[in-house]
């Protein structure tokens, strides 16, 4: 069974930064793709960056230029590090592991960004 517990959410003022973190276990994390999503109240869950198991990275528009997707094989953990933040960033994240055709999800870090 494969858990994901994520770590680092906090309360932070616009332009700050936070660091999330993902710890990953039960499965060989070197060939997961890893996820960051979001989730607003009252907006739907949303891609936010992924890194394959090759390191091929992706990220919404609307994060580009200022979140950083990045794993530690070793560690079994993969970051998220968000800078110059926005109030519109603020939402639950979810880490996701997705292996074949199945996306295991973290319990949720709460992000909120004052203005």
């Known amino acids: 069974q494969v858990q994901l517990v994520e770590s680092g959410g906090d309360l932070v003022q616009a332009g700050g930064s936070l660091r999330l973190s993902c710890a990953a276990s039960g499965s060989i994390f070197s060939l997961n793709h890893m996820g960051w999503y979001r989730q607003a109240i009252g907006k739907q869950r949303e891609l936010v960056a992924r890194i394959t198991s090759g390191g091929v990275i992706y990220y919404t528009d609307a994060v580009k230029g200022r979140f950083d997707i990045s794993r530690d094989n070793a560690k079994n953990t993969v970051y998220l590090q968000m800078n110059s933040l926005k109030p519109e960033d603020t939402a639950v994240y979810y880490c996701?592991?997705?292996?074949?055709?199945?996306?295991?999800w973290g319990q949720g870090t709460q992000v909120t960004v004052s203005s």
């Open positions: 996701a592991a997705t292996i074949g055709a199945i996306n295991y």
